[in-house]
């Protein structure tokens, strides 16, 4: 049995669906409930950026002038401060996150003034083990980019690549040669950026498994300390710019298994580890060796080698998780606006998991990030028999342990090499109504 793995992201956001309405009460209640002195990581939305690549199912804002994004960032400073009204004292902040959009679109002062206001309301640690990581575009960065968030205090690099096939570049309206990517990495390197990550992303319109394979030769011979192969998903009638995607141009199922097949023999052959979820690590690198150790973790971005913290998500559709309260910020940016402006949190929807689901949310971590379950831990951890809680999940794994994806020895589960290609589908059995959060 072979399966085209989907990238299993909206299991970051266990579970997948949140109550309408619920986001102020529960993001505000999450917040003052949190224990006094517990670390916090902070993400900042930044959904700027300039050109419509046709695959984006952001939340992305058109523009085209850096002060534009003037009127957005004033709501943000709004937004930290109504959160930090309802801390407690906690430590320095060790891990912040900026994604997009391309948060490289802000001008460099712009940068810098966020990072002031950033440190000014949660405090921002300066220890060398803090994680400061930020989504760059290469189109929209240069050294000098990179020099000044360095100076700023970041010190991890994700460079959205793609594609370097020039075919796809066209199919999807994002032409980006390969010397931006290049001129990016090494002075990364030279900066002393540490677990450089670069995103690939498999199903694009025009691929093929030759034009992948040398796009991965290439992004290899980068030797980026991490790569991470996100899988399109066509959803035209969710996200406007895909509608300028032609389903006939998509890689069949065959050409799709192709492409995987490709990926794999190339990152089996250059050592680079399959963390699980599209997440490859060199063998060195702290992702690759927080799994050999068992203290792998996942946060709202994906895979991390630190000890799970509460996470505040600032901006438009910006997460949070405190606890076991998960909220999400207004999509819109008209709605996230107004409710800064009338002074209210702008978490829309929100929901606190009961004892049934962090059950399930802890067996999906647990085949996540340690690549097996174990029945009868899960089942001391949370007094309850998780067997017979999950009976239903646990019969649908069935037939992934016959085709090879999981062996059960007793009560315990494990996930084989081929299932760590196919961990979504794994996961799919605790959550099969999961789909992209709405
Ligand atoms: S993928 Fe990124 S750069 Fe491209 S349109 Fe979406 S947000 Fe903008």
Same mark, same amino acid.
């Given at each position: 049995?072979? =399966? ?16 309408? +309405?619920?986001?102020? &009460? ?19 939305? /930044? ?6 690549? %046709?695959? !984006? ?12 994004? #003037? ?21 320095? &902040? ?23 206001? /950033? ?12 994680? =400061? ?6 189109? #929209?960065?240069?050294? =000098? ?68 394979? #040398? ?44 492409? /995987? ?54 901006? &438009? ?15 819109? /940016? ?17 929901? %606190?998991?009961?004892?049934?689901? %962090?059950?399930? %949310? ?6 996540? !990030? ?12 949370? +007094? ?55």
């Amino acid at each position: 049995m072979q =399966f085209h793995d989907h990238d299993g992201s909206h299991y970051l956001t266990y579970p997948p669906r949140l109550d309408a +309405g619920s986001g102020p &009460v529960a993001l505000t209640r999450a917040l003052t409930e949190r224990s006094a002195g517990a670390p916090l990581a902070i993400h900042v939305q /930044l959904p700027f950026c300039r050109q419509a690549c %046709r695959f !984006c199912s952001s939340q992305r804002v058109p523009s085209r002038d850096s002060r534009q994004a #003037e009127p957005y960032l004033t709501r943000l400073d709004r937004e930290m401060v109504l959160i930090n009204r309802l801390l407690d004292d906690h430590p320095a &902040v060790q891990h912040l996150h900026w994604g997009g959009g391309a948060p490289a679109f802000l001008s460099l002062d712009q940068m810098g003034d966020l990072f002031d206001r /950033l440190d000014a309301r949660f405090g921002l640690s300066g220890a060398r083990e803090r994680d =400061f990581s930020i989504e760059i575009d290469p189109r #929209e960065a240069d050294v =000098f980019t990179l020099r000044h968030l360095q100076a700023l205090g970041f010190n991890r690099l994700s460079l959205g690549v793609q594609e370097l096939d020039l075919r796809v570049q066209k199919a999807i309206n994002r032409i980006q040669p390969r010397v931006l990517t290049e001129s990016l990495v090494d002075e990364a390197e030279r900066l002393g950026f540490h677990s450089l990550n670069l995103d690939l992303i498999v199903g694009l319109p025009m691929q093929t498994p030759e034009g992948f394979g #040398e796009t991965l030769d290439q992004v290899i011979a980068m030797a980026p300390a991490r790569i991470t192969l996100q899988r399109y998903a066509h959803l035209p009638e969710r996200y406007r710019p895909q509608r300028e995607i032609h389903a006939r141009d998509l890689p069949d199922a065959a050409a799709h298994l192709a492409i /995987l097949g490709e990926a794999r023999d190339r990152l089996d052959d250059a050592g680079y580890v399959p963390i699980g979820l599209g997440q490859f690590a060199r063998a060195d690198d702290s992702l690759a060796l927080a799994l050999k150790e068992g203290r792998l973790a996942r946060n709202l971005l994906g895979y991390t080698p630190y000890p799970p913290s509460d996470q505040i998500g600032l901006g &438009v559709a910006a997460i949070s998780r405190i606890g076991d309260t998960i909220t999400r910020n207004a999509v819109s /940016l008209t709605d996230y606006e107004a409710a800064l402006d009338a002074s209210r949190l702008p978490a829309a929807v929100g929901h %606190r998991l009961d004892a049934p689901e %962090r059950l399930r %949310r802890d067996a999906i971590e647990a085949l996540a !990030c340690r690549h097996e379950l174990d029945l009868t831990a899960l089942s001391k951890a949370h +007094g309850r028999d998780a067997a017979e809680a999950m009976t239903d999940a646990l019969q649908r794994l069935t037939p992934l342990c016959q085709a090879g994806l999981l062996e059960r020895h007793g009560e315990c589960l494990r996930v084989t090499p081929d299932g760590v290609w196919s961990l979504a589908h794994l996961l799919d059995a605790f959550a099969p109504q999961a789909s992209p959060m709405s």
